[in-house]
């Protein structure tokens, strides 16, 4: 379904209040400014393309700054993949300042402030994903902000190139199940975002090649409800401290990181209709008690597994 948001349907002195108003609500709460609200315009269409939102953005310039204050008030924190079709921006996010040129692909997240300036005009293609989707596909997140895949490169074109036949197809998607297709994008994107470097935490820790082979495990393995921290480090070959040492330079626990890793799988299989059923996504994620797997669900997402489902 698409819901397009035009400025054009507004008065003069109404609209950009009202783009304001449309990006905070569709997007990220955000503190906006221009330098001429009278000459401003803007539009945007949002549609769904499977379990994620795709939209197609023109505007006149525009500096968008998302502060801790709007973390507050707007809480969602998504990752978002912005193409840059026509115009340029500089982006600032995790201390990494970036220009966004055209044809150049930029990773954000709208869990932590950044600040995205426009200073001329311009059209981008916005990949919206929630945050436990991506989780489930890369192993660390969290430094993703102010990644950007260069137009120039075989990366930023082959995602580039995804998400405008992704936006294609979903504005013309009458009798076709996007859901077939977001999947299989988001993991090329996914791929394409780690062949860059852009799970930098990875690289830069000094036990990065024993963090992964563990993490992989971890992943492989997490249908399996008996795997504890102990069992973890015997099949590694390491100690439980050192484990434990290698997921606190990440900023997480071993068992902590695995449930996150299970409610993230969970997650993305019931919103892309991988599996049918609340049950079988708790056993299947290596939750032993539907009751715990959904009060532990709540709590991470705001909502029931139950409700995910439904709307999916």
Same mark, same amino acid.
């Given at each position: 379904?698409?819901?397009?948001?035009?400025?054009?349907?507004?008065?003069?002195?109404?609209?950009?209040?009202?783009?304001?108003?449309?990006?905070?609500?569709?997007?990220?709460?955000?503190?906006?400014?221009?330098?001429?609200?009278?000459?401003?315009?803007?539009?945007?269409?949002?549609?769904?393309?499977?379990?994620?939102?795709?939209? +197609?953005?023109?505007?006149?310039?525009?500096?968008?700054?998302?502060?801790?204050?709007?973390?507050?008030?707007?809480?969602?924190?998504?990752?978002?993949?912005?193409?840059?079709?026509?115009?340029?921006?500089?982006?600032?996010?995790?201390?990494?300042?970036?220009?966004?040129?055209?044809?150049?692909?930029?990773?954000? +997240?709208?869990?932590?402030?950044?600040?995205?300036?426009?200073?001329?005009?311009?059209?981008?293609?916005?990949?919206?994903?929630?945050?436990?989707?991506?989780?489930?596909?890369?192993?660390?997140?969290?430094?993703?902000?102010?990644?950007?895949?260069?137009?120039?490169?075989?990366?930023?074109?082959?995602?580039?190139?995804?998400?405008?036949?992704?936006?294609?197809?979903?504005?013309?998607?009458?009798?076709?199940?996007?859901?077939?297709?977001?999947?299989?994008?988001?993991?090329?994107?996914?791929?394409?975002?780690?062949?860059?470097?852009?799970?930098?935490?990875?690289?830069?820790?000094?036990?990065?090649?024993?963090?992964?082979?563990?993490?992989?495990?971890?992943?492989?393995?997490?249908?399996?409800?008996?795997?504890?921290?102990?069992?973890?480090?015997?099949?590694?070959?390491?100690?439980?401290?050192?484990?434990?040492?290698?997921?606190?330079?990440?900023?997480?626990?071993?068992?902590?990181?695995?449930?996150?890793?299970?409610?993230?799988?969970?997650?993305?299989?019931?919103?892309?209709?991988?599996?049918?059923?609340?049950?079988?996504?708790?056993?299947?994620?290596?939750?032993?008690?539907?009751?715990?797997?959904?009060?532990?669900?709540?709590?991470?997402?705001?909502?029931?597994?139950?409700?995910?489902?439904?709307?999916?």
């Amino acid at each position: 379904m698409e819901s397009p948001f035009s400025t054009q349907t507004m008065g003069l002195k109404d609209r950009f209040d009202y783009w304001h108003e449309v990006v905070c609500r569709n997007y990220a709460h955000c503190l906006g400014s221009v330098e001429n609200k009278a000459d401003f315009n803007a539009r945007t269409a949002v549609l769904n393309f499977g379990s994620v939102e795709i939209s +197609d953005v023109i505007s006149s310039p525009i500096r968008y700054e998302r502060r801790k204050h709007d973390l507050r008030c707007g809480p969602r924190d998504d990752i978002f993949v912005s193409l840059m079709v026509e115009g340029s921006a500089q982006f600032e996010q995790n201390g990494k300042q970036q220009a966004h040129e055209t044809g150049d692909v930029l990773i954000y +997240d709208a869990g932590r402030p950044y600040l995205y300036h426009h200073k001329r005009a311009y059209r981008s293609i916005l990949l919206r994903i929630s945050r436990p989707t991506i989780e489930a596909r890369l192993p660390n997140v969290d430094d993703l902000g102010g990644v950007v895949l260069k137009a120039g490169g075989p990366l930023g074109h082959l995602v580039g190139s995804l998400m405008q036949e992704s936006f294609e197809i979903a504005s013309k998607a009458d009798g076709i199940d996007t859901m077939e297709f977001s999947g299989p994008t988001l993991d090329m994107i996914a791929a394409a975002i780690r062949q860059a470097g852009g799970n930098r935490v990875l690289h830069n820790s000094t036990h990065s090649a024993l963090l992964q082979r563990v993490q992989s495990y971890m992943k492989s393995n997490l249908a399996d409800d008996s795997l504890t921290l102990e069992a973890i480090a015997r099949d590694q070959n390491v100690s439980v401290r050192t484990l434990s040492r290698l997921f606190a330079e990440t900023g997480s626990t071993p068992m902590g990181w695995l449930q996150a890793q299970r409610l993230a799988w969970a997650y993305t299989a019931l919103t892309e209709r991988k599996i049918s059923s609340v049950t079988e996504a708790a056993f299947s994620a290596g939750f032993c008690e539907l009751s715990h797997f959904s009060r532990t669900f709540k709590k991470a997402y705001g909502h029931s597994p139950n409700s995910l489902l439904a709307r999916h």
